[in-house]
Nanobody, 116 residues
Framework: QVQLVESGGNLVQPGGSLRLSCAAS????????MNWYRQAPGKERELVAD????????NYADSVKGRFTISRDNAKNTVYLQMNSLKPEDTAVYYC?????????WGQGTQVTVSS
C-alpha cells in the first residue's frame, strides 16, 4: 500500500531554514509527480510546490517562490522541501502528496512553526 512519511518539521525563528523530507513506499516512485501541501490553522490546504517524475520540472506557489526548493531522489524514493527565509506565515502542517490512479494519498504531516 502507498505510504508517505514526512519528517523535518520543527520550531524555527523567522529568517531560518528547514528541510522537510518525505519517504515514499508502495508504488513506483520514479513514475509519479510529487507534491508538497500545507495547511495553516483555520485555512484550507494549499499546494506549495510540485515536481515532475524525473525532477526536471518544478512549480511553486507565489508565496514561496525564491525561498523554497522542491527536489527528489528517485534512488531513495524521497522528496524534499528546502525552506529558507522562513516567515511566521509559513507556519502550518506540511503534507506530502501523490496522485495515483486518480486517488490522492497523503502523509501524516509534519508541523512547521515559525516564531521568535
Amino acid at each position: 500500500q502507498v505510504q508517505l512519511v514526512e519528517s523535518g518539521g520543527n520550531l524555527v525563528q523567522p529568517g531560518g531554514s528547514l528541510r522537510l523530507s518525505c519517504a515514499a513506499s508502495g508504488f513506483t516512485f520514479r513514475s509519479y509527480s510529487m507534491n508538497w501541501y500545507r495547511q495553516a490553522p483555520g485555512k484550507e490546504r494549499e499546494l506549495v510546490a510540485d515536481i515532475s517524475s524525473a525532477g526536471v520540472r518544478t512549480n511553486y506557489a507565489d508565496s514561496v517562490k525564491g525561498r523554497f526548493t522542491i527536489s527528489r531522489d528517485n534512488a531513495k524514493n524521497t522528496v524534499y522541501l528546502q525552506m529558507n527565509s522562513l516567515k511566521p506565515e509559513d507556519t502550518a502542517v506540511y503534507y506530502c502528496n501523490v496522485r495515483r490512479n486518480w486517488i490522492d494519498y497523503w502523509g501524516q504531516g509534519t508541523q512547521v512553526t515559525v516564531s521568535s
